[in-house]
């Protein structure tokens, strides 16, 4: 009975012990590995680097471009209010242009469009 508790004690261990395939990789591959790790890392960093220093080089045109166009753009164009020449004696057009209605509105849509404008043109608005 000891000889097979022994056998099985030693079978249970061999599983351990074996060695897998490919592990008998001396020290040298192991550093070997090591080091291409390390170059691919130092490779990946430098790059992001200089893709860093393009676009802040990149960047200083492309920010006086960008604010040239915005002062380009006038903010008259923008507005939704009728800023336009006005004539000697004002016109049904020009005040429902101004007023942002159409010539044939009603008494009623014009009374609250003319509201609306006085309210936001107001001095005691706040």
Partial sequence: MEGAAASSEGLRYAEYTRVPPGAGKGQA??????????????????TVAFAGRYAFHLWKPLEQAITETAKRISTSSIS????????QKMSRREASLILGVSPSAGKAKIRTAH?????LNHPDKG
Avoid: H
């Avoid at 591959?29 to 430098?46: F, H, K, N, P, S």
């Avoid at 939704?80 to 004539?87: A, D, I, L, M, T």
């Fill in 29 to 46: 591959e192991l550093d070997r590995g090591l080091a291409r790790t390390m170059i691919a890392v130092g490779l990946g960093v430098a």
């Fill in 80 to 87: 939704s209010y009728y800023k336009g020449g006005f004539e």
């Fill in 115 to 119: 509201r609306r404008i006085m309210i």
